[in-house]
C-alpha cells in the first residue's frame, strides 16, 4: 500500500517483503506484557497481525488518519484476521479536538494502561495527530496520578472530617441553605488569594472594604495578609481537608478576631473548627460522605464540587449566591520574582521563595498581559479548574484584576483601581445575612443514626461472612471439588452486593478505601475471561480477601468516631429538648 505525499509515492509498509518487515518491527516489544495498545495507523495490518499473534491476551485499538487508507485496506484485507474479539476500537480522522475525545474515552476504557504502536512512516506523515496523541496521553496519566495521590493522601481525612465536623454543621447556618440570597444577588464580590501580586492591591481593598463597594472573600492564606494590613473581609473562606490547614487561622485565633465570619467546606481538616472565636457557616462539599446520610436529602440543599484550589470553591459559591460580577484579586497561578505568596505569609511547611529545582521543572504559560510566565502543575490545575466553572457558569462576568498574573480563559483583565472608579461606586454590602440562624432538623438525625448504627452492625456481619465464604471457595480449590463452585460463588456475590447497598458502607468505610475499591475494579478483569478455573479461583480470593480485610481494617478504624458522633448528637438533642 502507498499513499502520494507531496506528489511522491511513500510505501506505508516494505514494498516486497511487509510479513518479514512485521517480524522484525514487533520483536521489539516481545519482553513486553501489554494490556491494552494503539495501533496508529492500519497499513496493510500485518505487524498488527503479528502483534496478536504474540500477545493474544492484549486488547488492541486502531487509530488510522486517513480514511481512503482504511477503506483500502478493509477493501484487501478482511478485519477477522486481526482478531476481533480483542478489538476494543477504531477511529479515523484528522480532526484534533475528536482524537483528543477518542484518547480520553480509550484511555477511561483501558484504565490508562495504554502503549502506542506507531507505524515509522507515520510519525513523518502524521506528526501533529501522533504528537496530539502522546500529548493527551500524558495529560490524562498526569490527571490520573493526580487524582490518585489526592485519595491517598486524604480519602480517610476526608471522611474523618466530615464525621468530626457534623455537629458543628448543627450549629451553624448552611450559606447556601439557611442565608437569605438577596443579600448577594447581583452585587460585586472579590475573591482574594494569596499571590504575588496582592501586595499592589491592599489600598485599593481598604478603600472597598471602608466604604462597603463590594463583598471582600478571602481565601486560604490570604486572611494573614490582609490581617496583617488591619483589612478584615467579610468571610474568610476554607475547605482544606489537611490538618495543616489549621496554622492558616493560628494568627486569627491567637490575636482573637472575632469579627470576620468562616464559611467552611464540611470536609475541611477538623482542627481548623476548634476555638474559632467568629461566627462560622458552612457548605457540603462533595467530598463529605456523611452529611448526606444524616441530613434529610428530599430539602434542596446546594453542595460545592471538591476542586484542587479554595478560589474554585468560593467561586462556586458566589455563583449559587448569585454575586455579579466576580472579581479576581491575587490569583496568580504562577511566580512572580521567585515568590508564590503576598508579603504577611509565613510557614513553616513551605517556602514563599521558589527553588532553583522548581524553576527548572517550571511550565510556562502566559499572563494578562501575553507574557511569558513561570508556574508549576498544582497553580496549573487550578487554572484549568478556574476555566472549567467559569465556562459553566456563562451569565456571570468574572474580571481578573491580578497584575502579571496567569491568563484565565473566560476572564477579562481590568485595573482595580480603575474598577473603583468606573464600576465600585456605590455601596453594596449589608450585614443582614450574618444574623440567620441553622435549621436543620434533629429530630430526623436522630432516627437516621439509629438506622446507621444497625447498619454497622450488620456491616461488620457481612465483613465477616464474605471471609468465611471466600476461605470456602479456597478450600474447594484446594480439594478440586468443582461440583459446588458456582453455587459458593451465587452466595459470594449476593454477600458482596448486600455491602455495597449497605448504609454504613456507603457513608463511612467505602469512601475512605477509594484506592483499594478501584484496585478491585481493576483487578477483578483478570477473572473475568479466565477460562481456566484453578487461576480464576486462585484470583478471586487473592483480589477479595485483600479488599475485604481493607473493608475489616476501616470498620474498625471508623468505629469509635462514628460512636463519638452518636454521643454528641444525642447531647445536641437534649439541649435542644431543655431549650423547648
Same mark, same amino acid.
Given at each position: 500500500?502507498?499513499?502520494?505525499?507531496?506528489?511522491?509515492? #511513500? $510505501?506505508?509498509?516494505?514494498?516486497?517483503?511487509?510479513?518479514?518487515?512485521?517480524?522484525?518491527?514487533?520483536?521489539?516489544?516481545?519482553?513486553?506484557?501489554?494490556?491494552?495498545?494503539?495501533?496508529?495507523?492500519?497499513?496493510?495490518? %500485518?505487524?498488527?497481525?503479528?502483534?496478536?499473534?504474540?500477545?493474544?491476551?492484549?486488547?488492541?485499538?486502531?487509530?488510522?488518519?486517513?480514511?481512503?487508507?482504511?477503506?483500502?485496506?478493509?477493501?484487501?484485507?478482511?478485519?477477522?484476521?486481526?482478531?476481533?474479539?480483542?478489538?476494543?476500537? !477504531?477511529?479515523?480522522?484528522?480532526?484534533?479536538?475528536?482524537?483528543?475525545?477518542?484518547?480520553?474515552?480509550?484511555?477511561?476504557?483501558?484504565?490508562?494502561?495504554?502503549?502506542?504502536?506507531?507505524?515509522?512512516?507515520?510519525?513523518?506523515? $502524521?506528526?501533529?495527530?501522533?504528537?496530539?496523541?502522546?500529548?493527551?496521553?500524558?495529560?490524562?496519566?498526569?490527571?490520573?496520578?493526580?487524582?490518585?495521590?489526592?485519595?491517598?493522601?486524604? #480519602?480517610?481525612?476526608?471522611?474523618? &472530617?466530615?464525621?468530626?465536623?457534623?455537629?458543628?454543621?448543627?450549629?451553624?447556618?448552611?450559606?447556601?441553605?439557611?442565608?437569605?440570597?438577596?443579600?448577594?444577588?447581583?452585587?460585586?464580590?472579590?475573591?482574594?488569594?494569596?499571590?504575588?501580586?496582592?501586595?499592589?492591591?491592599?489600598?485599593?481593598?481598604? $478603600?472597598?472594604?471602608?466604604?462597603?463597594?463590594?463583598?471582600?472573600?478571602?481565601?486560604?492564606?490570604?486572611?494573614?495578609?490582609?490581617?496583617?494590613?488591619?483589612?478584615?473581609?467579610?468571610?474568610?473562606?476554607? $475547605?482544606?481537608?489537611?490538618?495543616?490547614?489549621?496554622?492558616?487561622?493560628?494568627?486569627?485565633?491567637? =490575636?482573637?478576631?472575632?469579627?470576620?465570619?468562616?464559611?467552611?467546606?464540611?470536609?475541611?481538616?477538623?482542627?481548623?473548627?476548634?476555638?474559632?472565636?467568629?461566627?462560622?457557616?458552612?457548605?457540603?462539599?462533595?467530598?463529605?460522605?456523611?452529611?448526606?446520610?444524616?441530613?434529610?436529602?428530599?430539602?434542596?440543599?446546594?453542595?460545592?464540587?471538591?476542586?484542587?484550589?479554595?478560589?474554585?470553591?468560593?467561586?462556586?459559591?458566589?455563583?449559587?449566591?448569585?454575586?455579579?460580577?466576580?472579581?479576581?484579586?491575587?490569583?496568580?497561578?504562577? %511566580?512572580? =520574582? *521567585?515568590?508564590? %505568596?503576598?508579603?504577611?505569609? *509565613?510557614? &513553616?511547611?513551605?517556602?514563599?521563595?521558589?527553588?532553583?529545582?522548581?524553576?527548572?521543572?517550571?511550565?510556562?504559560?502566559?499572563?494578562?498581559?501575553?507574557?511569558?510566565? #513561570?508556574?508549576?502543575?498544582?497553580?496549573?490545575?487550578?487554572?484549568? #479548574?478556574?476555566?472549567?466553572?467559569?465556562?459553566?457558569?456563562?451569565?456571570?462576568?468574572?474580571?481578573?484584576?491580578?497584575?502579571?498574573?496567569?491568563?484565565?480563559?473566560?476572564?477579562?483583565?481590568?485595573?482595580?483601581?480603575?474598577?473603583? *472608579?468606573?464600576?465600585?461606586?456605590?455601596?453594596?454590602? !449589608?450585614?443582614?445575612?450574618?444574623?440567620?440562624?441553622?435549621?436543620?432538623?434533629?429530630?430526623?438525625?436522630?432516627?437516621?443514626?439509629?438506622?446507621?448504627?444497625?447498619?454497622?452492625?450488620?456491616?461488620?456481619?457481612?465483613?465477616?461472612?464474605?471471609?468465611?465464604?471466600?476461605?470456602?471457595?479456597?478450600?474447594?480449590?484446594?480439594?478440586?471439588?468443582?461440583?459446588?463452585?458456582?453455587?459458593?460463588?451465587?452466595?459470594?456475590?449476593?454477600?458482596?452486593?448486600?455491602?455495597?447497598?449497605?448504609?454504613?458502607?456507603?457513608?463511612?468505610? =467505602?469512601?475512605?478505601?477509594?484506592?483499594?475499591?478501584?484496585?478491585?475494579?481493576? =483487578?477483578?478483569?483478570?477473572?473475568?475471561?479466565?477460562?481456566?478455573?484453578?487461576?480464576?479461583?486462585?484470583?478471586?480470593?487473592?483480589?477479595? &480477601?485483600?479488599?475485604?480485610?481493607?473493608?475489616?481494617?476501616?470498620?474498625?478504624?471508623?468505629?469509635?468516631?462514628?460512636?463519638?458522633?452518636?454521643?454528641?448528637?444525642?447531647?445536641?438533642?437534649?439541649?435542644?429538648?431543655?431549650?423547648?
Amino acid at each position: 500500500m502507498k499513499i502520494l505525499l507531496d506528489g511522491r509515492a #511513500q $510505501y506505508l509498509q516494505s514494498k516486497y517483503d511487509p510479513q518479514s518487515e512485521a517480524e522484525r518491527f514487533v520483536n521489539k516489544f516481545a519482553d513486553e506484557t501489554i494490556k491494552h495498545v494503539l495501533f496508529v495507523g492500519i497499513g496493510g495490518g %500485518y505487524h498488527i497481525k503479528r502483534f496478536m499473534e504474540t500477545h493474544p491476551d492484549s486488547k488492541f485499538s486502531i487509530y488510522e488518519p486517513d480514511e481512503e487508507v482504511l477503506h483500502a485496506y478493509l477493501s484487501h484485507f478482511q478485519l477477522e484476521q486481526l482478531p476481533l474479539h480483542n478489538l476494543v476500537k !477504531i477511529f479515523v480522522g484528522k480532526d484534533i479536538k475528536a482524537i483528543e475525545s477518542e484518547i480520553k474515552q480509550l484511555l477511561s476504557k483501558s484504565n490508562n494502561v495504554l502503549k502506542i504502536i506507531t507505524l515509522p512512516v507515520y510519525e513523518k506523515i $502524521y506528526g501533529v495527530q501522533i504528537q496530539t496523541i502522546f500529548e493527551q496521553t500524558l495529560e490524562s496519566l498526569k490527571e490520573r496520578h493526580s487524582s490518585l495521590t489526592t485519595n491517598i493522601s486524604f #480519602q480517610k481525612r476526608w471522611t474523618i &472530617n466530615s464525621i468530626k465536623n457534623f455537629p458543628t454543621l448543627f450549629k451553624t447556618p448552611n450559606i447556601l441553605y439557611d442565608i437569605d440570597r438577596s443579600s448577594f444577588e447581583g452585587k460585586p464580590a472579590i475573591i482574594v488569594a494569596a499571590g504575588p501580586s496582592l501586595n499592589e492591591e491592599f489600598e485599593n481593598l481598604r $478603600y472597598i472594604k471602608e466604604n462597603g463597594l463590594a463583598y471582600i472573600f478571602s481565601v486560604g492564606s490570604a486572611i494573614n495578609a490582609l490581617i496583617d494590613q488591619g483589612i478584615y473581609p467579610d468571610a474568610a473562606c476554607t $475547605y482544606d481537608p489537611s490538618e495543616l490547614n489549621q496554622y492558616v487561622f493560628q494568627k486569627l485565633k491567637d =490575636e482573637n478576631i472575632s469579627e470576620i465570619p468562616l464559611i467552611f467546606g464540611s470536609s475541611v481538616g477538623f482542627e481548623t473548627l476548634e476555638e474559632y472565636p467568629g461566627k462560622m457557616f458552612h457548605m457540603i462539599t462533595s467530598q463529605d460522605s456523611v452529611s448526606p446520610q444524616l441530613l434529610d436529602t428530599t430539602q434542596s440543599i446546594d453542595i460545592v464540587l471538591d476542586a484542587p484550589s479554595i478560589a474554585v470553591v468560593t467561586f462556586q459559591l458566589l455563583c449559587r449566591l448569585k454575586c455579579n460580577p466576580i472579581l479576581l484579586v491575587g490569583q496568580n497561578l504562577g %511566580y512572580i =520574582e *521567585k515568590k508564590r %505568596y503576598a508579603s504577611g505569609i *509565613k510557614y &513553616n511547611f513551605v517556602e514563599n521563595e521558589v527553588s532553583e529545582e522548581e524553576q527548572k521543572k517550571a511550565l510556562i504559560i502566559k499572563d494578562v498581559y501575553g507574557n511569558d510566565i #513561570q508556574t508549576d502543575d498544582s497553580f496549573n490545575s487550578m487554572r484549568q #479548574q478556574l476555566e472549567m466553572h467559569i465556562g459553566m457558569n456563562e451569565n456571570f462576568e468574572v474580571i481578573n484584576t491580578t497584575k502579571g498574573g496567569a491568563k484565565i480563559k473566560g476572564t477579562h483583565f481590568a485595573h482595580l483601581k480603575d474598577l473603583i *472608579k468606573e464600576r465600585l461606586n456605590t455601596k453594596q454590602v !449589608i450585614f443582614a445575612w450574618k444574623d440567620q440562624n441553622p435549621s436543620y432538623e434533629i429530630q430526623y438525625t436522630d432516627k437516621r443514626l439509629e438506622l446507621l448504627a444497625q447498619a454497622e452492625k450488620n456491616c461488620g456481619r457481612l465483613a465477616r461472612k464474605l471471609l468465611e465464604t471466600l476461605s470456602e471457595i479456597h478450600q474447594i480449590r484446594l480439594n478440586r471439588q468443582w461440583k459446588n463452585i458456582e453455587k459458593h460463588f451465587a452466595v459470594f456475590d449476593k454477600q458482596f452486593e448486600q455491602l455495597k447497598r449497605n448504609a454504613f458502607y456507603n457513608g463511612f468505610i =467505602e469512601p475512605m478505601i477509594r484506592v483499594q475499591n478501584e484496585r478491585l475494579s481493576e =483487578e477483578s478483569k483478570l477473572y473475568r475471561y479466565e477460562r481456566d478455573i484453578n487461576k480464576k479461583v486462585d484470583v478471586i480470593v487473592q483480589v477479595f &480477601n485483600a479488599f475485604l480485610q481493607e473493608v475489616h481494617l476501616h470498620h474498625e478504624f471508623v468505629k469509635p468516631y462514628f460512636e463519638e458522633l452518636k454521643l454528641r448528637i444525642e447531647n445536641l438533642t437534649n439541649n435542644d429538648k431543655e431549650n423547648g
